[in-house]
């Protein structure tokens, strides 16, 4: 199992605050530095210094970075033209060569919409987007170089698109998550290299991924192709004490922790990922709520095992 840094810079973060927990992660062997997509504080929090756009973040990482793969969970369909947000991950996955990974959804925290001046329509409508957004992304990007390619939709228009810059990647990786029982699964199977369920327990993951499997086979696909994630919150502690700690630092109950997240003192928290593991999860993103805590992520590296496996 993979293991992989995931951040809410939303929450209240300066681009030198997710540099230095992608530097660390990096050092210290993480598959992945994603970052939420999202422009309003969440909960009780300020928010400060303020919110900060994914995609330029990632551009600016791409460079100081060398290594660790980059990536969104997930940037939402109703904040870019699908046309303008193809070249800018191209871009960028050029600037970091080639280890970009685009998560695109619907959208779906009104309030930010709202303060942003950003059209919030109803949940058919951006899911109808999103699906012309990722038939889009994913025709320009596949569109030979020298030849054009073109698309009407309900939402979208695009006559004699050059189809320009091609990604480094050949395509960059997209992500599709959620848990929708019938349109979620169906972009999956079409669109998708990876699956992922954000914050699921073990058994609402296991039948979002049985649906999965049938939208794959009911498309032709085998559904083995299609990489299994999920996201959890993480909050460890060498002991009882350094635990209580850190779940008192980012607002969360330790039991609560225990039941829904990586959590809990480091045997605790592989357990929890073998029984992920175990259901078929190749991938996990582990949300990392405190950004100034880098011994955290020393602890998490220390102390999990560098392939998680499933238990016997």
């Not at 039948?207 to 919150?233: K, W, Y």
Request: glycine content about 12%.
């Amino acid at each position: 199992m993979e293991l992989r840094i995931f951040t809410e810079p939303q929450q209240g973060a300066s681009y030198d605050d997710l540099l230095g927990v992608a530097i660390r992660a990096e050092r210290l062997g993480f598959g992945a530095f994603f970052r939420s997509d999202h422009y309003v504080a969440m909960g009780d929090g300020s928010g400060l210094p303020g919110p900060s756009d994914a995609w330029i973040t990632l551009a600016g990482l791409a460079r100081d970075t060398s290594t660790i793969r980059l990536g969104t969970l997930v940037t939402s369909a109703t904040f870019r033209l699908p046309g303008p947000l193809a070249i800018s991950v191209a871009g960028v996955d050029a600037m970091s060569g080639g280890r970009v990974e685009l998560g695109l959804g619907s959208g779906w925290f009104e309030d930010e919409h709202d303060a942003y001046g950003i059209p919030f329509p109803s949940l058919g409508e951006r899911f109808d987007r999103l699906t012309e957004q990722l038939e889009i992304i994913t025709g320009l990007w596949a569109t030979p170089a020298g030849e054009t390619f073109d698309f009407h939709g309900d939402h979208y228009a695009l006559t004699g698109s050059p189809a320009l810059p091609k990604p480094w990647q050949s395509p960059p990786p997209v992500i599709v998550g959620g848990a929708g029982p019938k349109r979620t699964p169906n972009l999956a199977a079409r669109f998708a290299a990876e699956y992922n369920t954000p914050f699921l327990g073990l058994d609402d993951v296991v039948a979002a991924n049985e649906r999965v499997d049938r939208a794959c086979e009911s498309l032709g696909r085998d559904p083995s192709t299609l990489v299994r994630s999920a996201a959890l919150v993480v909050c460890v502690g060498g002991d009882e004490g350094e635990f209580e700690r850190r779940a008192q630092s980012i607002g969360r109950e330790p039991g609560e922790l225990r039941e829904n997240g990586v959590a809990g003192l480091p045997a605790e928290a592989v357990e929890t990922l073998g029984r992920f593991a175990g259901a078929g999860i190749e991938r996990v993103y582990l949300q990392v709520l405190d950004l100034s805590d880098l011994d955290h992520l020393d602890l998490i590296a220390a102390e999990f095992p560098s392939g998680v496996t499933p238990p016997k």
